[in-house]
């Protein structure tokens, strides 16, 4: 039990500043392609999917960076059960990142090829979630390179 404390501590220790770069902190709430989001790219609670109905409101630093630890750990625990391999924290934090941005489904996506220690595949995987709203974006380019460089450090 105490080391996967440790293993947890060390990812969540490399994972908090790379959100904060890479998400950017919002302080009232922003549309975001399909969501109401605010702090560090979290959904605004009880918001509706509707560009239109601005849920209003704010949220501290603090109180972002609780929200979206809880998130990361949601699927921490859902991911850890699916890969069967070692990953070191900062493996762990790079996977973790991609997840929070785009989904633990499709996280699971990238599952079969670090299990397989394929990561020619994993890279291309990786690389591929590039779109929002239907269209390719630079952020989300320089996101899954940054994500890369920290999972193959």
């Not at 500043?17 to 702090?39: A, H």
């Not at 972002?64 to 493996?91: F, G, N, R, S, T």
């Not at 709203?133 to 193959?152: C, F, M, N, P």
Request: hydrophobic fraction near 45%; avoid cysteine.
């Amino acid at each position: 039990m105490a080391a996967i404390f440790l293993t947890a501590a060390s990812w969540k220790q490399v994972l908090q500043p790379f959100l904060v770069k890479w998400e950017g902190f919002l302080q009232f709430p922003k549309w975001d392609f399909k969501q109401w989001s605010w702090g560090y790219g979290s959904r605004v609670p009880g918001s509706v999917d509707d560009p239109a109905i601005n849920p209003g409101g704010q949220i501290t630093r603090a109180a972002a960076m609780i929200e979206a630890l809880k998130h990361v750990v949601k699927d921490y625990e859902y991911l850890k059960q699916l890969v069967k391999v070692h990953l070191k924290p900062k493996q762990w934090a790079a996977l973790l990142s991609f997840s929070y941005n785009l989904g633990p489904g499709n996280a699971d996506n990238l599952v079969s090829a670090i299990n397989m220690g394929d990561n020619e595949t994993l890279r291309q995987k990786w690389n591929s979630y590039i779109m929002a709203g239907g269209t390719v974006k630079q952020y989300l380019i320089d996101r899954r390179a940054a994500e890369w460089e920290l999972y193959s450090s």
